[in-house]
T-cell receptor, first 111, second 112 residues
Framework: QKEVEQDPGPLSVPEGAIVSLNCTYSNSAFQYFMWYRQYSRKGPELLMYTYSSGNKEDGRFTAQVDKSSKYISLFIRDSQPSDSATYLCALQNTGFQKLVFGTGTRLLVSP | NAGVTQTPKFRILKIGQSMTLQCTQDMNHNYMYWYRQDPGMGLKLIYYSVGAGITDKGEVPNGYNVSRSTTEDFPLRLELAAPSQTSVYFC???????????FGPGTRLTVL
C-alpha cells in the first residue's frame, strides 16, 4: 500500500464550480499536511499548510484534515481558469525533513 | 530575492555521459533537497542536506551524488547516465524541519 494515494485525474469542471481534491494516507504519524500547486512546466508552490486536524481557510481555498479517517481535502470555491494546474498533497512527520508527496491531481477549469 | 535557481533548464545526455545539475538559493536556508518527478509518479526525494557538509540519501539515491560545501549551493551529480534517469529534477530549500519547501523551476533531462 502506498503511503499517500491521490487520484491523478484529470478533473474537468466549468468556471465557478466548487472543486474537491483529496488524498488518503496510511501512516498515522503524519502531523503536517500541505497542498502544493504546480502549473505546467513550473516548480510546485505551497498553497495551504495545516498542522494536525481541522480546517484552514485562505480566500477561495479551504484545507481539511481528518486524521481519524486519514483523509485530507482541498476545496476551491468559485473556481477560475487560472486554477488549472496539478495539485499535490504532501505530508510530513514531526521532526522529519522529508515530505511524502501524492502523485498529484490535474485540474482543468474551463471558461 | 531570486529564490531557488536551477541550471540548466533542459539537457539531453547520451547513455554513459555525466553531468552536474546546479542549484542555488539566496534565502540562507539550511535545508536543501533534490527531487525527481516522473509522469504520474509524484515527487521522489533523491538526496537532502540539513546544512553545509551534511548530506543524506532520500528514497531514490542510486545513480546520483551530491555535495554541499556552502549554504547556497547544492549540486546534483549524475554519473554514467541511464535512460531511467530521464525525468524532471527539482531542487528545493527550507528554513528548517516542518517548514515550507521552496522549489526551483526544474531541469528537464532526457537520456538517450
Amino acid at each position: 500500500q502506498k503511503e499517500v494515494e491521490q487520484d491523478p485525474g484529470p478533473l474537468s469542471v466549468p468556471e465557478g464550480a466548487i472543486v474537491s481534491l483529496n488524498c488518503t494516507y496510511s501512516n498515522s504519524a503524519f502531523q503536517y499536511f500541505m497542498w502544493y500547486r504546480q502549473y505546467s512546466r513550473k516548480g510546485p508552490e505551497l498553497l495551504m499548510y495545516t498542522y494536525s486536524s481541522g480546517n484552514k481557510e485562505d480566500g477561495r481555498f479551504t484545507a481539511q484534515v481528518d486524521k481519524s479517517s486519514k483523509y485530507i481535502s482541498l476545496f476551491i470555491r468559485d473556481s477560475q481558469p487560472s486554477d488549472s494546474a496539478t495539485y499535490l498533497c504532501a505530508l510530513q512527520n514531526t521532526g522529519f525533513q522529508k515530505l511524502v508527496f501524492g502523485t498529484g491531481t490535474r485540474l482543468l477549469v474551463s471558461p | 530575492n531570486a529564490g531557488v535557481t536551477q541550471t540548466p533548464k533542459f539537457r539531453i545526455l547520451k547513455i554513459g555521459q555525466s553531468m552536474t545539475l546546479q542549484c542555488t538559493q539566496d534565502m540562507n536556508h539550511n535545508y536543501m533537497y533534490w527531487y525527481r518527478q516522473d509522469p504520474g509518479m509524484g515527487l521522489k526525494l533523491i538526496y537532502y542536506s540539513v546544512g553545509a557538509g551534511i548530506t543524506d540519501k532520500g528514497e531514490v539515491p542510486n545513480g546520483y551524488n551530491v555535495s554541499r560545501s556552502t549554504t547556497e549551493d547544492f549540486p546534483l551529480r549524475l554519473e554514467l547516465a541511464a535512460p531511467s534517469q530521464t525525468s524532471v529534477y527539482f531542487c528545493a530549500s527550507s528554513p528548517g524541519t516542518n517548514n515550507e519547501q521552496f522549489f526551483g523551476p526544474g531541469t528537464r533531462l532526457t537520456v538517450l
